[in-house]
C-alpha cells in the first residue's frame, strides 16, 4: 500500500505518481493508495490516529505485506505505525535506498550505496530489538540484552561506516588523479545532469555511439560513464552520464553519492537535460538545480536541453532549434535524443558555448600560485572567436545563463579577494579558478550557492 498526506504542495498528485514508479521499479506491485490531508505531520504516527485507523483496515482488507509512505519518516514514526499496523513500513528514503542497492554495479557505486544504507539504518536500530524489550541485566552489567545487543551492532555499524568512508576518500582521490590527468591535456569535461528518466542515458548513447545502459525507467543509471566526444570544430571533449536526480533525494544518498558526483562538481559545462514532454518539467528542473546548488556545482555554466520534443507536438511543431541569450550564447536547444532530432544543433551549441568559455581574459597574476596553476589547467584553446551570431529565441531562464555568470563574476571575486578591486577585468577567471579547484583553501570555498547565480563568498 501506498501512503502520501497533502501539506498543500502544488505537486501533491506528480509526487504520488512517482512514488507508484518508484515502488514497481523495487520491485513491488502497488495495490491501493491512501491519500489524506494534514497541516503538518502527526509527531507519533505522521497521519494521526484516525487515518492510521483507515490505514490499517485497508492494509488488512487487502492483505498489504508493506506500507509505503511518500515522506520520510522520523524512526519513532516508523516504529509506532510498524506496531500499530503490524506490518513492515518503509518511507520514501529506504524505497529509494533499496532501489539504490539493487542498481549499483560498480565498485564505489556499491560502496556509496552501502554507506547510505548503514547511515539509515543506524538511526533505526532500535526497531530490531524491541522484542528483548530492554530488559534490565543482573549484577555488573548495564542493561538487558536488547540494550547490549543494541551498542554492539551501533558500534558494528560505526565500524562499517567508517571503513566505507576510508574506501570512498581513497577511490575520490584516484578519480581526482584522473580528472588532473584530463586538465593538464586541456581536454573540455562535460557532464549530463538531470531528473531522473529525462533520456540522458539515451543521448550519452546518441552522441557517442556508446552502449551504456538506457531504459524508460527510474534510476536505470547509478555508475558515472565517461566517453570521448570529438566535435568539429573543437576536437575531443569528455562527455559523462551520471545518476538522475528527483525530489526529496535523500540528504544521505547526495552526501555518499559526492564520488559519482564528482565529475559534475569539476566539470567544466553541464549539459541539463529536461524531459520537455513532463508537464511537471519546470519542478523538475528546480530540483535538480537544487541538489546541485547542494554539491556546489550551482554556477557551472549549463545549456539546458529540452529532449523528447517527439513526445510534446506542441514542440515538435516547431522543430529543434536552439535558444540564446541576448549575447548570443545558446542557453536552450530542443531535440529528441531517441529519434536523432536536433543533434547537430546540440553539437553546435557546445561548440559555442566552449569558444565562449575560452574567450574569457585569462587569469591575472595571483598572490596564490595555486590560483595560477588551476586557470592553466582549466584553460585550453578554442577554434576562433566566431560564437553566435544572434539570438534564435529569448532566453528561457531555466538553468545557469552564461551571461548572467558573467556578469556576476567580478563581484564574486571582489567580494573573496578586498585587494582586487582595481583588477575587475579579470575577475570572474579567480572566481572560475577558486570554483574548480577540489582542493582550494576552505575558507575560500563558496557558501552554498543557488541556482542561476554565482555564490557568495566572505572575505578572509
Not at 535506498?97 to 544504507?117: N, P, T
Not at 533525494?249 to 529536461?274: G, I, K, M, S, Y
Not at 574567450?359 to 596553476?373: F, K, S, V, W, Y
Not at 572560475?432 to 577540489?438: T, V
Request: glycine share 8%.
Amino acid at each position: 500500500m501506498l501512503v502520501g498526506v497533502d501539506f498543500g504542495k502544488h505537486d501533491f498528485e506528480e509526487s504520488l505518481s512517482e512514488l507508484a514508479l518508484l515502488t514497481s521499479t523495487a520491485g513491488s506491485t502497488p495495490v491501493h493508495t491512501l491519500t489524506g490531508k494534514r497541516s503538518r505531520p502527526d509527531p507519533a504516527l505522521f497521519i494521526g490516529s484516525g487515518k492510521a485507523e483507515e490505514l490499517k483496515e485497508a492494509a488488512d482488507a487487502l492483505d498489504a505485506d508493506v506500507v509505503v509512505f511518500n515522506h520520510a519518516l522520523s524512526p519513532a514514526q516508523q516504529r509506532n505505525l510498524e506496531r500499530f499496523l503490524n506490518r513492515h513500513v518503509i518511507d520514501r528514503t529506504g524505497l529509494i535506498l533499496d532501489i539504490f542497492g539493487q542498481r549499483a554495479q560498480s565498485h564505489v557505486g556499491k560502496v556509496q550505496v552501502e554507506l547510505a544504507q548503514v547511515q539509515y539504518r543506524a538511526s533505526r536500530l532500535v526497531r530490531a530489538w524491541s522484542h528483548l524489550e530492554r530488559q534490565k541485566g543482573g549484577i555488573g552489567m548495564r542493561g538487558g540484552p536488547g540494550e547490549r545487543q543494541l551498542e554492539l551492532d551501533r558500534r558494528m555499524l560505526d565500524d562499517r561506516a567508517k571503513r566505507l568512508k576510508t574506501d570512498l576518500s581513497r577511490l575520490q582521490r584516484q578519480h581526482s588523479t584522473q580528472r588532473r590527468a584530463r586538465a593538464r591535456n586541456e581536454t573540455l569535461s562535460i557532464s549530463l545532469v538531470g531528473y531522473t528518466n529525462a533520456g540522458k542515458s539515451t543521448l550519452f548513447n546518441a552522441l557517442t555511439k556508446a552502449r551504456a545502459y538506457a531504459a524508460d525507467q527510474l534510476f536505470a543509471t547509478l555508475d558515472t560513464t565517461s566517453r570521448r566526444l570529438y566535435l568539429d570544430g573543437l576536437g575531443n571533449v569528455v562527455l559523462s552520464d551520471t545518476v538522475g536526480f528527483i525530489r526529496d533525494l535523500p540528504t544521505q544518498l547526495v552526501a555518499a553519492f559526492r564520488a559519482t558526483l564528482e565529475e559534475t562538481v569539476h566539470a567544466d559545462l553541464l549539459l541539463h537535460v529536461v524531459d520537455a514532454a513532463s508537464p511537471v518539467r519546470h519542478e523538475q528542473i528546480e530540483q535538480v538545480n537544487r541538489v546541485l546548488a547542494e554539491i556546489d556545482a550551482a554556477d557551472i555554466p549549463q545549456i539546458v536541453v529540452m529532449n523528447k520534443i517527439d513526445a510534446a507536438p506542441e514542440l515538435l511543431e516547431h522543430g529543434p532549434r536552439i535558444e540564446r541569450n541576448e549575447d548570443g550564447v545558446p542557453v536552450r536547444v530542443f531535440i529528441s535524443a531517441r529519434d536523432g532530432i536536433g543533434l547537430d544543433g546540440l553539437r553546435d551549441a557546445i561548440v559555442e558555448a566552449a569558444r565562449w568559455l575560452a574567450e574569457r581574459p585569462a587569469a591575472p597574476e595571483a598572490a596564490d600560485p595555486r590560483l595560477q596553476d588551476l586557470h592553466e589547467r582549466r584553460q585550453w584553446e578554442g577554434d576562433g572567436a566566431d560564437g553566435a551570431d544572434g539570438a534564435d529565441g529569448a532566453d528561457g531562464g531555466d538553468g545557469v545563463g552564461f551571461a548572467d555568470r558573467n556578469a556576476e563574476a567580478d563581484t564574486v571575486a571582489r567580494d573573496a579577494d578586498p585587494a582586487s578591486d582595481a583588477d575587475s577585468g579579470s575577475a570572474s577567471d579567480r572566481a572560475s579558478a577558486l570554483d574548480s579547484d577540489p582542493d582550494s583553501d576552505p575558507d575560500l570555498t563558496p557558501e552554498a550557492p543557488t541556482p542561476r547565480r554565482l555564490p557568495d563568498r566572505g572575505a578572509d
